[in-house]
């Protein structure tokens, strides 16, 4: 879009929920409109506030903000990172778009593998730098912007951050009773906004609190609201992966709210089927087994074009407690570092890297994963003293990784799909307020550590619940108001199929074609011999990889879309 006297040009992707607000701040300064969309809104607040625009939106956008008068370019993404700012310069070219694919498109930019990126994922099954795959190619990260002027050939770069998390500011001094009343109002308010729409509006459903506290919510803005449901096939599955299919609980509250309810059910195969087509719009290997994702994202394209989901619950109210009490029991942050990096290993243990990566060793020895992990904490000031300091640490890490991950994922599989994810839980209001409510709210046994495997599979969230009652205390209070106790006191359940037994079982050959093959590309990067091993300890039930089986399976397919043959 561009200005009325072409000075200024905006691209623009996502949704600003406050839009009408801003137009009349607008306005009154003197700003006239010719559409009744968010588009001009934000062409018009840069125009106004420029940098100071974006502390003002509340929504999900990344944008490109062009001065033509002073050649200048403007990139920013929104707070959290719900929509993708991809970036690169390379050959005197400077190129920014949403996609990867669409960068690859440019004759300058080249595909080819950042092999330190690569050690990075198999630590974490993440990357936290902005540094992509993609060696030269970098994501902009949450909550910042990057200003470039172009002058004869010269290029001057300005970076900052217009927000970023706080944990670590003073608690509020509410009682809790209050402070639930609050997460009342402002989960209200957010549904409501987000139920916003001029197209058929949807809701994910699963069996926990998060995304039934927003279904439950939305079915009061929305008539007839429809929610989707993915299930798997259990009839070859035994033991603590039975709890993996979600739709028995996912259907009770539907039938509580009187939703159209919709669900699709995922066998061994479907992994298999879907996988080459994952890859290629994930562009980039991120957290989780997300294939279920996309047969999700499919689901609800049938019959919805913006849809609900409750991501954001567990990263702002402590629900993943079984973590971050891993270090609570330390006394200073290079102590706490140490802990929680060994935890967060989640796909290589150090001591496994080496051996695996040895064909490409010589290029990567110096990568220090550990030193990638602390510079996330990098623009943290106060030391922590207390064992609330060192949880607020934790929840500021999976909030700035994990979270990011999953969002990525969410928005990239959805918008394959052609429909539009919003995230409540991630109302600025809401979480303006989350990150003032004091630890000793959100869980109950601070200071208590409770060492569990985070590669163990199943029963992990749920055992130590049962032990324990803890995470998202405060929220579970809120939410006794819109669910039955049943549904307000399960456990965290994550959003998995059961892969361990399919990967020994029905999906046993495609794992070993795939990644076993003479002909594999990732045989390039890593020893054959070594990754042999480790794929039959999972097949001899010695050990569950289910994780890495399906990060390899990942790149393998990468490798085959991106890089060119050797």
Same mark, same amino acid.
């Given at each position: ?47 106004? &506030?420029?940098?100071? %625009? ?15 008068? =002073? ?36 004759? %300058? ?32 990260? %949450? ?92 009839? *070859? ?8 299919? =979600? ?15 919709? =669900? ?57 407690? &079984?973590?971050?009490?891993?270090? !609570? ?16 290993? +989640? ?20 990568? &220090? ?8 904490? *990098? /623009?943290?000031? +106060? ?50 307020? !989350? ?18 495997? =985070? ?22 209070? %809120? ?8 549904? *307000? ?17 029905? !999906?046993? /050959? ?47 397919? &990468? ?8």
């Amino acid at each position: 879009m561009l200005s009325d006297d072409r000075q200024f040009a905006l691209v623009f992707n996502g949704l600003i929920y406050n839009f009408r607000e801003l137009r009349k701040e607008l306005e009154a300064r003197g700003h006239r409109f010719k559409s009744s969309g968010d588009t001009e809104v934000v062409l018009n607040s840069l125009m106004e &506030w420029g940098i100071g %625009a974006l502390e003002k939106f509340n929504g999900m956008f990344a944008i490109g903000f062009w001065n033509a008068a =002073e050649r200048t370019l403007l990139l920013a993404r929104d707070r959290y990172g719900i929509k993708p700012l991809y970036y690169s310069r390379q050959h005197g070219v400077f190129v920014f778009a949403s996609e990867i694919k669409s960068l690859l498109q440019h004759p %300058a930019v080249n595909a080819s593998l950042d092999k330190r990126v690569l050690l990075e994922y198999f630590t974490f099954q993440n990357t936290f730098q902005t540094q992509t795959l993609f060696k030269d190619i970098e994501i902009l990260s %949450a909550g910042s912007f990057m200003s470039l002027q172009f002058n004869q050939g010269e290029v001057r770069k300005n970076e900052g951050v217009f927000w970023d998390f706080d944990f670590s500011s003073p608690p509020n001094k509410a009682s809790k009773a209050e402070n639930i009343q609050q997460v009342q109002a402002l989960l209200e308010q957010a549904v409501a906004r987000q139920c916003v729409s001029d197209v058929s509006v949807g809701a994910y459903l699963s069996s926990g609190i998060d995304s039934s506290a927003v279904a439950v919510l939305a079915a009061q803005s929305v008539p007839d609201l429809k929610t989707y449901t993915v299930g798997f096939d259990m009839s *070859s599955v035994s033991g603590i992966e039975i709890s993996f299919d =979600e739709r028995e609980s996912a259907r009770s509250t539907a039938a509580l709210i009187g939703s159209q309810h919709h =669900e699709t059910v995922l066998s061994a195969g479907d992994l298999e089927r879907c996988i080459s087509k994952l890859v290629w719009h994930l562009e980039e290997p991120r957290v989780g087994q997300s294939y279920p994702n996309l047969y999700a994202a499919e689901l609800a394209s049938e019959s919805s074009k913006v849809v609900l989901s409750g991501t954001g619950g567990d990263e702002l109210f402590a629900g993943y407690p &079984w973590r971050y009490f891993r270090a !609570s029991g330390t006394s200073s942050m290079s102590e706490f570092v140490d802990a929680y990096y060994l935890s967060w290993q +989640r796909l290589m243990p150090n001591k496994q890297i080496r051996r695996v990566f040895q064909p490409i060793w010589d290029d990567v020895s110096d990568v &220090w994963t550990r030193e990638i992990f602390e510079n996330v904490f *990098s /623009d943290l000031d +106060r030391a922590p003293s207390a064992p609330e300091d060192f949880i607020n640490r934790s929840l500021y890490f999976e909030a700035k990784t994990f979270l990011h991950g999953l969002l990525v994922v969410e928005d990239k599989l959805s918008m394959s799909q052609g429909i539009e994810t919003r995230v409540p839980f991630l109302d600025n209001d809401l979480v303006d307020f !989350s990150l003032t409510v004091p630890v000793h709210q959100k869980l109950n046994n601070i200071g208590t550590v409770e060492k569990l495997n =985070e590669n163990e599979i199943g029963d992990k969230p749920d055992r130590y619940f049962s032990n324990t009652r803890d995470g998202k205390i405060i929220l579970r209070e %809120a939410l006794k108001r819109y669910l039955p106790e049943n549904v *307000s006191s399960r456990p965290k359940q994550g959003f998995s199929g059961p892969d361990a037994t399919w990967f020994k079982g029905e !999906s046993i /050959d495609f794992v070993h074609d795939k990644i076993l093959s003479p002909n594999a590309r990732l045989n390039e990067f890593m020893e054959k011999r070594v990754l042999s091993e480790i794929i039959h300890s999972h097949m001899r039930g010695e050990k569950n990889q289910r994780l890495l089986i399906w990060s390899l399976l990942n790149f393998e397919y &990468w490798c085959e879309h991106f890089l060119s043959s050797p």
